[in-house]
Every structure is written in structure tokens, then in C-alpha cells.
């Protein structure tokens, strides 16, 4: 199973309006609300994945690959190795958003991503 990563506020959950108000302010995102038929980058098997409002994907030098899903007040993601470069043009837009929100990057065990 993935390990996930998730940007939250310890005060309590984000609103959708300011979640898309930082999102406006990311180079490179767009919203996914819709069905959208994915490639998972390891096995290359196509996924169909039902969007919901304030759903975003960052796009990669190549494509619009990460995705984030927002639901209940926090964003999520699939944690990726290429995250450990701390110079990762996703990984600083994730930071970002967080920055933007007073929100931190948090794994699924609780652990604070300090970026």
C-alpha cells in the first residue's frame, strides 16, 4: 500500500475556499473535478478516478502527474522518492501550499515533513 502524505492544519480542517485560493497561486496546478483517466507510473495500468471539488494535479517538466486530492479539510498525495530532493519543483509547490494555508506536510504516522 502507498504511504501517504497529507497537508493539514493542526487548528483544525482547511476551508475549500481557502484551499483554492492557494491553489491559484501554484505555477503548474490545475483542477481535476472530473473523471480523469489516469497512468499509474510504475505498472503503466490506466486508472479512472472520480474527481471531487477541489482536486488538483501539479504538472511534472512532461505531464500533469501528481495528484492531490482534497476531501474533509486536508489535501493528500502518494509520497514519491523524488521527493527526497528538497530542490523537486513538486515538492517545493507542496511546500508552498502548505506555507500558504499555515499547514504542515504530515505522513500517515503522524510525522511533521519539515520542507
Same mark, same amino acid.
Given at each position: 500500500?502507498?504511504?501517504?502524505?497529507h497537508?493539514?492544519n493542526?487548528?483544525?480542517p482547511?476551508?475549500?475556499?481557502?484551499? =483554492?485560493?492557494?491553489?491559484?497561486?501554484?505555477?503548474?496546478?490545475?483542477?481535476?473535478?472530473?473523471?480523469?483517466?489516469?497512468?499509474?507510473?510504475?505498472s503503466?495500468? =490506466?486508472?479512472?478516478?472520480?474527481?471531487?471539488?477541489?482536486?488538483?494535479?501539479i504538472?511534472?517538466?512532461?505531464?500533469?502527474s501528481?495528484?492531490?486530492?482534497?476531501?474533509?479539510?486536508?489535501?493528500?498525495?502518494?509520497?514519491?522518492?523524488?521527493?527526497?530532493?528538497?530542490?523537486?519543483?513538486?515538492?517545493?509547490?507542496?511546500? =508552498?501550499?502548505?506555507?500558504?494555508?499555515?499547514? =504542515?506536510?504530515?505522513?500517515?504516522?503522524?510525522e511533521?515533513?519539515?520542507?
Open positions: 500500500m502507498a504511504y501517504s502524505l497537508i493539514e493542526t487548528q483544525g482547511i476551508p475549500l475556499e481557502a484551499w =483554492k485560493k492557494a491553489v491559484d497561486t501554484i505555477e503548474g496546478a490545475r483542477y481535476v473535478e472530473a473523471e480523469s483517466l489516469v497512468t499509474n507510473p510504475f503503466g495500468e =490506466k486508472i479512472l478516478v472520480k474527481g471531487n471539488e477541489g482536486d488538483i494535479e504538472s511534472t517538466s512532461s505531464s500533469f501528481v495528484g492531490i486530492s482534497f476531501r474533509r479539510g486536508r489535501a493528500t498525495f502518494s509520497n514519491r522518492e523524488e521527493f527526497d530532493d528538497p530542490l523537486n519543483s513538486i515538492r517545493l509547490a507542496l511546500a =508552498k501550499l502548505a506555507a500558504i494555508l499555515d499547514a =504542515k506536510v504530515i505522513g500517515d504516522e503522524g511533521i515533513y519539515e520542507w
